[in-house]
């Protein structure tokens, strides 16, 4: 199964062990102020991990728990993973990460691995990005990771902006935006 490096963090499969730093996480209000479910109960946070598990099996890509690479501690989740969007199965980038860990770029650092990971090794041909218009900050991570134009839809009755990225836009982009990337992480 999939494992990540970056300078700062290890992305690995979400496991059984998780469970009491992901439903914290998915309980925080503040970090699920932007989720379609609100905050998650353990019962909602198990059954996430269950679909994450069954995006492993069936697709081989999925929510990854970001732990920090020093401390070890469980940081939130970033994946690619299967999400019905206008009648059709996308590849679509997500990311969570617990409140103490924000404004550190984390949440970039390892969406670009994501990516790499997805388009290069997986070769995946597109990536969508689904961000609610007053989300800022996930805005930022994914304009920062490459993602440019959006089309407005609803989404599940919410206005999202779908953002798309193709593999070729990646391979232009990628270089540049990681090495710009990796230089805030050493200087944060």
Not at 99 to 120: C, I, K, M, N, V
Not at 137 to 144: G, T
Not at 169 to 186: D, P, Y
Request: with cysteine; proline share 5%.
């Amino acid at each position: 199964m999939i494992e990540l490096q970056t300078p700062r963090l290890r992305l690995r499969p979400l496991s059984n062990g998780d469970i009491p730093a992901l439903a914290d996480l998915l309980a925080d209000p503040e970090v699920m102020r932007y989720s379609l479910r609100g905050p998650c109960d353990e019962t909602a946070t198990r059954l996430f991990l269950d679909w994450s598990f069954d995006c492993y099996i069936n697709h081989r890509t999925g929510p990854l728990a970001v732990v920090d690479k020093h401390g070890g501690n469980f940081v939130g989740f970033c994946g690619v993973s299967p999400e019905w969007v206008n009648d059709t199965t996308e590849w679509s980038l997500g990311y969570r990460l617990a409140q103490p860990y924000w404004g550190r770029g984390l949440a970039t650092e390892a969406a670009l691995a994501t990516l790499e990971h997805a388009f290069d090794e997986r070769r995946f041909d597109s990536i969508v990005a689904l961000v609610e218009p007053s989300h800022e900050a996930s805005l930022r991570v994914a304009q920062k990771v490459g993602f440019g134009r959006f089309e407005t839809l609803d989404f599940h009755r919410r206005p999202v902006r779908l953002y798309r990225m193709r593999r070729a836009r990646w391979q232009q982009k990628s270089l540049a935006v990681r090495e710009e990337v990796e230089v805030a992480a050493v200087s944060k």
